[in-house]
């Protein structure tokens, strides 16, 4: 129970679970965070949340998850009984070669974010390869975090997307080459300047406009042959 695939997540976080609930509440978090992340999902309570978010508490043990929203249970598979109070790096893939080579800088950039000290504010968007519980099949998930505090404690904000649009031609990316490796970081630069897009239409808009962005800049040698007609 404390490991998934390779990664080591045990429970330890089960008091910051407890202390979010009883003294933050979803609530107080939303108010807290920025006006920008705020209108990525307008969502006023977290029966409203349509979109998978999560709450991790900084000052806890191994950054545990203190809050996830049910479209989070629904894209990743994971429910709240298992997945709070653990870190979230479950979601990763389990083979750890596999991990490395598509995840292995943004896995670093996302480390630093959440464990150096930073400014209540701070925000950064990945693009990470993480997996589904249902059925261990890979999806891209494009990340958004945001630090902030409730009364001097320090938390981290996060809302995800799945990039769910135009499947065959991202599938083509885990083939691993270099060319593809190489196509995976034009997309991360892509898609970094979402966040200020997904104002009034919703980080899943946002993202997709800036996938086929990025799909028009594709090698040929990466896209589908078209089968003939008849």
Known sequence: DEYEGYHLVPRVGMAQVLAFEKDVTWKRALQAVDARLYKTYNAGSAEDCKVAC???DVSGQDCPLVFISEEFER???YVRDWALGRNCRFLQPNDRPVNK???GDEVKR???FCTCAQPSGSVMVNILVNESHNNMFPFWNVLLMEH???EGRPYIFAVQTNLDRENKLLCELFTMDNTCIQELIRLRHELQGVLAEAVGVGLHEAASK???NFIKGMPASLLPLELPSG
């Open 54 to 56: 999560a709450v991790a």
């Open 75 to 77: 894209l990743t598979g």
């Open 101 to 103: 080579l598509l995840n």
């Open 110 to 112: 996302m480390r630093e």
């Open 148 to 150: 902030f505090e409730v």
């Open 210 to 212: 800036r996938l086929m």
